[in-house]
């Protein structure tokens, strides 16, 4: 058997979603280490978008766009131990590549998908899963009785930290940008949920936590926001902030964090956590595992891969509702 034809999706300039372009690529034999894969689910995250509008640079263009998927392995390169031939697997992490049918990958970025976990599922929620864990676990370790305010509740992050954070004892605020989303996430576990474009989610977080604000926020909205979002938490708080979806933040002063609130802001990226393998490997196993277990993924958009753009499009709008994956 020699290399096999395959196509990707992906950029040669930066740019909007129409600077999005399908290759032909033909993928060769695995190397010593590496495992092949037919890719059956590629996951969407909003870090796509910034890599493909240049917020994020990549290390040369052109490049293929994604770091997360599903699939079957299809080859096994010399040396390979512990992965088979027809094993589920999926993996996420840089570097980017994932908008793509077929991939050689190193065998110790694979991880086995659970029985009764669905490709599409695997696709759609180990970055997230990851990132949940990160945030949680690795971040601040959530107790019981804690209160925790997210933005975008009803995104596919967003759903599955509140699902978490509920079986590890906080409870939940909540912003969305409709009443639709609203009952999603309250159907998810959400304590309380805030319209945002109706609503003060900063007064609503502060009386949430009784009064002075929540223990811990995560904002992946940027902007604006995150500087608001700093005063949504109590003394001795934290903000965790994962993105810019609404632009740059801009210069935090320190006296946005303290002395009188003594505010503690995090900047963690599950991208760099995942460049340790070891960190990488059990965060995944983690995330799937919680999949196994009973938590809820939302798939709110399946496409096409080759509609990757539309994707882009539909997220950058504020209009998809959970997780969306491509199909190839």
Not at 183 to 190: D, E, M, S, V
């Amino acid at each position: 058997m020699g290399q096999r034809d395959a196509y990707q999706i992906g950029i040669e300039t930066y740019g909007d979603a129409g600077v999005l372009r399908q290759f032909a690529h033909p993928v060769p034999l695995p190397a010593a280490g590496e495992v092949q894969i037919r890719q059956t689910a590629v996951g969407v995250n909003f870090v796509d978008i910034y890599f493909r509008s240049g917020r994020h640079r990549l290390p040369q263009l052109p490049a293929v766009l994604g770091v997360e998927a599903a699939g079957v392995v299809e080859a096994l390169g010399d040396g390979v131990d512990g992965v088979q031939v027809g094993d589920r697997v999926a993996y996420g992490g840089m570097p980017p590549g994932s908008y793509t049918n077929r991939r050689n990958l190193p065998a110790e970025r694979v991880v086995p998908v659970p029985d009764g976990v669905s490709d599409d599922t695997a696709a759609a929620a180990l970055v997230r899963g990851a990132t949940a864990w990160m945030l949680l676990h690795r971040v601040r370790e959530l107790k019981p009785g804690d209160t925790l305010l997210v933005h975008a509740a009803a995104g596919g992050l967003g759903l599955i930290l509140v699902q978490w954070a509920k079986v590890l004892g906080a409870r939940v605020i909540g912003t969305v940008g409709s009443r639709d989303k609203a009952a999603l996430a309250r159907a998810h576990g959400l304590d309380e949920a805030v319209l945002y474009r109706e609503e003060d989610f900063v007064e609503a977080a502060r009386a949430f936590g009784g009064g002075a604000g929540v223990d811990y926020a995560v904002d992946g909205i940027g902007g604006d926001t995150l500087h608001r979002t700093l005063g949504a938490v109590k003394p001795f708080g934290m903000v965790a902030s994962i993105g810019a979806v609404a632009g740059d933040a801009g210069p935090i002063s320190l006296d946005e964090l303290g002395p009188a609130r003594s505010i503690a802001l995090a900047r963690p990226s599950v991208l760099g956590l995942m460049r340790d393998t070891v960190q990488y490997r059990h965060a995944a196993q983690q995330a799937l595992g919680r999949v196994a277990q009973g938590l809820r993924v939302e798939i709110g958009k399946r496409l096409p891969l080759e509609r990757a753009a539309d994707a882009h499009r539909r997220m950058e709008q504020g209009e998809t509702t959970g997780s969306v994956i491509l199909i190839p």
